[in-house]
């Protein structure tokens, strides 16, 4: 049925996994013996594969996307015009240290990903430079100086490793900031 309905597999395959999940709860409540929806894969193996083609924001749409981050949640503005000007992933963001970005020459080096808490490779398990505008350098720096006064005030000597993180220091929790702000 979610085949004859143009589901995508994925989609499909989410779903069943959600609904085998309850059922294996209704076994374990010892309201059924076995659960009906085990091993369907094999059924929804015909479904397409789809990809969205990623539709970036145009430049008007970029500018008036910062002033709203500005605005409502000015505390995110720098990780947000980082993920613009630089294209990284949500885990490479989350993990970027203050020793990866190199101010004079204009770069960060992307060097592994947060993924769920936990620090790995990148995605494709490589290590790349990565241009930084003038205007990003600047508001970086600012961060930094920013971040610095902050945690002087908290009586710490120096800042937390991570360029985006918590209030205790830790790397941001990039699924938090999606679920916060984008949804």
Same mark, same amino acid.
């Given at each position: 049925?979610?085949?004859?309905?143009?589901?995508?597999?994925?989609?499909?395959?989410?779903?069943?996994?959600?609904?085998?999940?309850?059922?294996?709860?209704?076994?374990?409540?010892?309201?059924?013996?076995?659960?009906?929806?085990?091993?369907?894969?094999?059924?929804?193996?015909?479904?397409?594969?789809?990809?969205?083609?990623?539709?970036?924001?145009?430049?008007?749409?970029?500018?008036?996307?910062?002033?709203?981050?500005?605005?409502?949640?000015?505390?995110?503005?720098?990780?947000?015009?980082?993920?613009?000007?630089?294209?990284?992933?949500?885990?490479?963001?989350?993990?970027?240290?203050?020793?990866?970005?190199?101010?004079?020459?204009?770069?960060?080096?992307?060097? =592994?990903?947060?993924?769920?808490? =936990?620090?790995?490779?990148?995605?494709?398990?490589?290590?790349?430079?990565?241009?930084?505008?003038?205007?990003?350098?600047?508001?970086?720096? =600012?961060?930094?100086?920013? =971040?610095?006064?902050?945690?002087?005030?908290?009586?710490?000597?120096?800042?937390?490793?991570?360029?985006?993180?918590?209030?205790?220091?830790?790397?941001?929790?990039?699924?938090?900031?999606?679920?916060?702000?984008?949804?």
């Amino acid at each position: 049925l979610l085949v004859e309905k143009g589901l995508a597999r994925t989609t499909i395959r989410i779903t069943m996994s959600q609904f085998s999940a309850l059922l294996n709860h209704a076994i374990e409540d010892g309201l059924i013996s076995q659960n009906p929806a085990a091993r369907t894969a094999k059924f929804f193996k015909q479904a397409p594969v789809r990809h969205e083609e990623i539709q970036p924001l145009n430049a008007s749409e970029t500018r008036r996307f910062l002033r709203e981050v500005q605005q409502s949640c000015p505390k995110y503005y720098p990780l947000f015009r980082c993920a613009i000007h630089t294209g990284l992933r949500s885990g490479e963001l989350a993990g970027l240290r203050w020793g990866d970005l190199d101010f004079e020459g204009k770069f960060l080096v992307v060097r =592994r990903s947060i993924v769920r808490g =936990r620090v790995q490779p990148t995605k494709d398990d490589e290590i790349r430079w990565v241009d930084m505008s003038n205007d990003l350098v600047k508001v970086l720096g =600012r961060l930094k100086r920013i =971040r610095r006064e902050g945690w002087l005030e908290k009586g710490q000597n120096s800042v937390p490793p991570w360029v985006f993180c918590n209030r205790v220091g830790n790397p941001a929790d990039m699924q938090n900031v999606k679920n916060r702000y984008f949804f």
